[in-house]
């Protein structure tokens, strides 16, 4: 038997939460508002930027998308985040991916100030947060602890397996589970024997971005997996980095794709507005 | 047999290189210099400021020693690194720990100017490092891979296990292997099965601070260990965190204590002071 993880249960409490938040906040005559900056025409990346956008104002935040044209050149990109960050009505800032091409997310995000960079897309924010000094996570990475938690999954002492090292998810997960005690495994794409790593892990996390990269294999009986991953498929769905169905009956609990990570990920970042908006970070 | 793994070679090259290019340096009018703010009358740091500042003076770098002494304030110590960052004749600047109770050296070196933080204690710098932005890494994380790499011992797709999660050694050291493309695991105090885990690994990374932490049981039959610990004894000398006893015809190389990272430490710091000088960060 293998639990669906989901989270929209957690995404839909979350929402609640923020909703009344924002709610305050807009009575107190500090109506939260996020700004999404865009330099990108790709259709999956406008397709998400509207689906926070959508969630950002049924919950009472106000979002503006800053689109700057797939043109745009790395000093107006960092020019407009620098604005951003000064600008005392935006409590929040999201750098959208990808960027044109050359211009480096890390590079530009750095002029995102750390009290408003609600994606932790900041290195300053990723520095704060592996030395432990307040800061932003990158809501990715929190969401798969926040759905772990949800699920009542516990992490001290337990083995996870990450897999994938990049500095938006698999880097700073890595730090959000030892904060937790978790004893920490970071695998790559350069991982000699993948399966025989992953397949000793309690917990194994899969955020490549490679559609069926996991199966039954790498996965030992009873394990929880958690599937990051959002692929488009080619009849317009989404699919994850796990191959579902090979997983089913081996894992011990599964998050799907859609309806997993993902819903929690928005709702952290629209939560990470409220809480830069009261000032919190 | 167990090959011993010394790092005087790696250090007596590495000073020699920096002393040319302090050399040159000082002839073309820019005499490379380093601060060591120090906050503490502990007797182990007063006795490694020394062996910096002699081996820092050897080299042809000045060497300041800043002593606020050991009642000194948070704000004594952040506006002091502040002044330092903005003085133009200092090149790098070290703030030396303990800290006096309740400082956090990492809040504190938020204000050492990344561009002169050649230890790597910045969060900013941290955050640099793992989001692959030019930034210099904390000297004694940097000193590991800098042995094994002196020593031929390879880490494309090798398994490592480094134990100890401080955000001065094991976070950012984590981060060096991976860059390098190996498999890491974060082990520490709550890991549940500490043997179990380390003795999986092709290298072994003891960075705990904690006499005979890693044993026989720890290490597989031809691993390599690396041993960062120096846990002063009580006839005045030095041990590391491994068991060399024990570990000694199990462990393919061990590096000594004293005698390895220790001085490919100190001789990194000197040659992130020549670059900082050269304007390399």
Known sequence: MTTSLSGKELASALRQDVTARAARLTAGGTPPKLAVVV?????????????????????????????????ADRDAI?????ELSRDRAVHG????????????????????????????????SLG?????????????????VAILDHHHIGLEGVEVAVVGRSTVVGKPLAHLLLDRNATVTV?????????????????????VGRPSLIGAD??????????????PTDDGGLVGDVDAGAVTGKASAL????GGVGPVTTALLLRHTVEAAEGQV
């Open 39 to 71: 330099a990108t025409d790709d259709e999956g990346s406008a397709w998400y930027v509207r689906s926070i956008a959508r969630s950002a104002e049924k919950a009472g935040i106000v979002c503006d998308i800053v689109d700057l044209g797939a043109d």
């Open 78 to 82: 960092a020019d407009r985040l620098a």
């Open 93 to 124: 800032i999201i750098v959208q991916t990808p960027l044109p091409t050359g211009i480096s997310a890390a590079d530009v995000a750095g002029q995102v100030a750390v009290a408003k960079d609600v994606d932790g897309a900041n290195p300053a």
């Open 128 to 144: 704060r947060l592996v030395a432990g000094i307040p800061a932003f996570a990158p809501a990715t990475a929190e969401a798969v």
């Open 187 to 207: 695998c790559h794409s350069r991982t000699t024997d993948l399966p025989a790593v992953t397949s000793r892990a309690d917990v194994v996390v899969a955020a």
């Open 218 to 231: 790498h996965v030992r009986s009873g394990a929880v997996v958690v599937d990051v991953g959002t692929n």
């Open 255 to 258: 998050t799907p794709v859609p």
